[in-house]
């Protein structure tokens, strides 16, 4: 039987123009639960994984997801970061308007291995203020072996206004049957 046991939590309370999250220390599976994100204008949220509580924002970045839209439209892209400065977007631009939120689960894993590839996969929905609704699957992985800790969520155009990122570690319980 698995067990979630939480590491750390952070809100938005409103302005906040970076959000970091870090507690991983241990070689367990972990699992960041966002949910009721949006901003204080149209924008969109990005991250990049932390080492030491700072966003790792090296060009070692590995990128693929499918979007599947509201109005039909499905999206594939695929990302082999090049140059220093990665970022990863969630979905696509939502605001501030009733309606729009952003929720999500990425699990991590090998974060905590100084000689592996730290690694995630993404669930995400998201709805904006056009009506759109999209749902995005995919997975990122740091090919430089380097301990991670943590994720950092940005944006270039806005900022947080409200929202909350869980992060769990996610442990097998034994029990007595």
């Not at 039909?72 to 990863?88: D, E, I």
Request: net charge negative; aromatic share 16%.
């Amino acid at each position: 039987m698995y067990g979630w046991e939480l590491v750390n939590s952070v809100s938005a309370q409103g302005g906040e123009s970076t959000i970091t999250i870090t507690g991983i220390n241990t070689n367990d599976v972990y699992a960041l639960v966002m949910y009721d994100i949006w901003m204080t204008a149209d924008a969109r949220p990005r991250y990049r994984f932390t080492s030491s509580g700072s966003q790792d924002s090296g060009s070692n970045y590995k990128y693929s997801s499918e979007d599947a839209y509201s109005d039909g439209a499905l999206s594939v892209s695929k990302y082999n970061s090049t140059g220093s400065g990665a970022s990863y977007y969630n979905g696509f631009t939502h605001g501030t308007h009733t309606g729009d939120s952003l929720n999500g689960i990425f699990y991590l894993y090998d974060f905590n291995y100084s000689d592996r590839f730290s690694s995630l996969i993404q669930k995400e929905c998201v709805s904006n203020s056009s009506s759109l609704f999209a749902v995005r699957t995919g997975g990122i992985s740091n090919t430089n072996a380097t301990a991670h800790d943590g994720l950092y969520f940005f944006t270039s155009t806005s900022t947080y206004k409200h929202g909350t990122w869980d992060l769990y570690r996610i442990t097998w319980v034994i029990t007595d049957t």
